[in-house]
């Protein structure tokens, strides 16, 4: 048995980054880009104006007031998407919209609350300045945004709606980023049925494919869903083979010391263990190994598994620690762990075996402090807690339990891991 942090260590040391792939825009959102980014465009590509108002020479509003406006002939109208061949000469201005390019000749524009716009009714051919202005007044410059040439988004940068729309603003339909991991996840267990099928008595549905199928989803993944392998190892091989074209496989049960889990005697069979039980709770009998495979090019590649433990607790737990981890680093991300809080917590927990605790929990925050509360029972066969919870407070493998008032750390199980 090892600790969590060791387990860890070792699983993101048999992790490797996948290759990259060009991908839609929108389909890359959490992708880490594997290219620098530059633009063959500026930004606005040309000067342009920040208001509706008028294009100017700033020159002819001096000593504009609203008492003694400066009148001034209007020669063209502008709007945003054209480009206007009139040029500003003293003494006149030109009608343009937010977004239109500049005018020759106008060096700023005033915006209509500054000029008598309103009050004039209907086409006079000029146009009253109410204000003086300086040069370069709501001009918005070309390349303001973005310079041509410049580099605008780096290698490693993970992939928010901001740069999808940085990407669409460069006419970038698709762009270079690492690719997301195909993950397997195969379900162990005679008394398993699938969803969609009646339940025979002494039955249970097969929750585990399918909060583990939406942890791999949140996490950026890609997942395969497996079916259900009865345990049998001619089942659970076959079963098993089906996943080899994956980037990572998933079982959940079959790991611990009964009769029937034969899940570790198949990974040592076609692979090789790297580690079985790790001290925390729930979640103990966690195997993880990798599996020999070949990869497209016909090259050795390692599948890693994680044998998850079939409790739908502890297998989504096993799945936060571990395999989210993994699937990050996977996916070429530096941020891979949770953020962790400082909280109160407000009832007792007992570690009575030096295993390190995860106990599911409602945290709040309460006149600037975080206060920690359990869901219930739990057991580890009480998904239900799961659903409950927004953390996981963590109880040391060298403490004997915690008391009310106590401070815990806490894992946000909803933070997103670039906020750690
Ligand atoms: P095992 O480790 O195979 O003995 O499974 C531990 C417990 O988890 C048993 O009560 C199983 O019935 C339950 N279990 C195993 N696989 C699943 C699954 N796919 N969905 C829901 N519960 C499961
Ligand atoms: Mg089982």
């Given amino acids: 048995m090892i600790g969590v942090d060791e387990a860890l260590e070792k699983v993101l040391e048999h992790i490797e980054v996948l290759e990259a792939e060009e991908s839609p825009i929108l389909g890359c959102l959490g992708q880490v880009l594997a290219e620098d980014v530059s633009s063959t465009i500026s930004i606005p590509p040309l000067d342009n104006s920040a208001m509706d108002g008028y294009a100017v020479r700033s020159a002819d509003t001096r000593g504009a007031s609203r008492q003694s406006p400066r009148i001034l002939r209007v020669m063209d109208t502008i709007a945003a998407g054209a480009v206007s061949q009139s040029e500003v000469k003293p003494g006149t201005a030109v009608r343009i919209m ?66 999808v729309g940085v990407l669409a603003s460069l006419g970038r339909t698709e762009v270079k980023v690492i690719r997301r991991p195909v993950v397997a996840i195969l379900a162990t267990g005679d008394e398993v049925v699938d969803i969609a099928q009646p339940l025979p008595e002494g039955k249970i549905y097969n929750s585990n494919s399918y909060s583990l199928a939406a942890l791999v989803l949140r996490y950026g993944g890609i997942p395969k869903i497996l079916g259900i392998a009865a345990d049998i190892e001619d089942s659970l091989l076959a079963r098993f083979r089906l996943g080899l074209g994956a980037d990572m496989l998933i079982t959940s049960g079959g790991v611990s010391l ?27 009998p966690l195997v993880f190994g990798v599996i020999k495979a070949l990869s497209k090019a016909g090259g050795a590649r390692n599948i890693p598994l994680f044998g998850l433990a079939g409790n739908p607790v502890s ?20 941020s891979l762990a949770k953020p962790m809080v400082e909280a109160v917590i407000e009832e007792a927990i007992e570690n009575t075996d030096g295993r390190r605790i995860f106990a599911r929990a409602i945290v709040e925050k309460r006149g600037g402090k975080y206060f920690a509360r359990l869901t219930g029972p739990q057991g580890s066969g009480i998904l239900t807690s799961m659903a409950r919870a927004n953390g996981l407070v963590v109880v040391p493998e060298d403490k004997p339990g915690v008391k009310p008032g106590d401070s815990v750390r806490v894992m946000m199980l909803d933070w997103s891991e670039e906020e750690a």
């Fill in 315 to 334: 297998a989504m737990i096993n799945f936060e620690l571990f395999t989210r981890p993994a699937i990050l680093q996977m996916m070429g991300k530096k």
């Fill in 258 to 284: 009964g009769d029937y889990d034969i899940v570790r005697d198949v990974l040592a069979k076609e692979g090789e263990i790297i580690f079985w039980r790790v001290r925390e709770k729930p979640g103990k």
């Fill in 98 to 163: 937010t977004g239109a390019p500049i005018p020759k000749g106008a060096d700023s524009v005033v915006k209509f609350e500054d000029t008598d716009e309103l009050e004039r009714q209907g086409d006079s051919g000029e146009a009253g300045i109410l204000e003086e202005i300086e040069a370069g007044r709501d001009i918005r410059p070309a390349g303001e945004d973005i310079a041509a040439g410049s580099i605008v988004l780096t290698k490693g940068t993970v992939i928010r709606p901001a740069e």
